[in-house]
Antibody
């Protein structure tokens, strides 16, 4: 059974940093693209970033380019999202998901990030 | 990229069929057959229902089907059941190796 478990969310002040983690199991981790997505009540679902199986290709939505960094550790079957220079508009539930055939087939339960003073 | 446009709400009686539209542009929905649909119940993570416009993942009921014409994709739920009451989102691959989601549709079973 595929399992994705996010952690690392919390309350942070504007301009601060957080590192999200996603622990994966139940599939051949080092053969899958992986993705971070986020959801807010106001803006709905948003794709944030993805990374290829070996970590050599990374893509970001314009609004986080230069502030967020996606990475993975295939030995630890874990995905990460380093979030710097956080803004109030980054407040959301962040999900990690597997990425296959241009769709997001398995999702974690999400971790809440609140950016507020 | 702008969000794909979906109706805010769609409703139907048990057993009926409903269709949810998802309108994009010639740079996303119209350009690629990479539209997917997700079901989300309150407090839960989204669940993939349809990929690549028409493909159902293993375990997804045949009551769910997808289609596309031009810049608009559609999800049809036939034989509507109480458990289908949820929010539904479309998504499309777009330009510059990015993905865009729809605004979301709340499905109500009357």
């Amino acid at each position: 059974e595929v399992q994705l478990v996010e952690s690392g969310g919390g309350l942070v002040q504007p301009g601060g940093s957080l590192r999200l983690s996603c622990a994966a199991s139940g599939f051949t981790f080092d053969t899958y693209w992986l993705t971070w997505l986020r959801q807010t009540p106001g803006k709905g679902l948003e794709w944030v970033a993805n990374i290829n199986a070996h970590g050599s290709a990374k893509h970001y939505v314009n609004s986080v380019e230069g502030r967020f960094t996606i990475s993975r550790d295939n030995a630890k079957t874990s995905l990460y999202l380093q979030m710097d220079s956080l803004r109030p508009e980054d407040t959301a539930v962040y999900y990690c998901a597997t990425h296959y055939n241009w769709a997001f087939d398995y999702w974690g339960q999400g971790t809440l990030v609140i950016v507020s003073s | 990229q702008s969000a794909l446009t979906q109706p805010a709400s769609v409703s139907g009686a048990p057993g009926q069929s409903i269709t949810i539209s998802c309108t994009g542009t010639s740079s996303d929905v119209g350009a690629y057959d990479y539209v997917s649909w997700y079901q989300q119940h309150p407090g839960k993570a989204p669940k993939l229902m349809i990929s690549e416009v028409t493909n159902r993942p293993s375990g997804i009921s045949t009551r769910f089907s997808g289609s596309k014409s031009g810049n608009t994709a559609s999800l049809t739920i036939s034989g509507l059941q109480a458990e289908d009451e949820a929010d539904y989102y479309c998504s499309s691959y777009g330009s510059s190796i990015t993905y865009v989601f729809g605004t979301g549709t709340k499905v109500t079973v009357l």
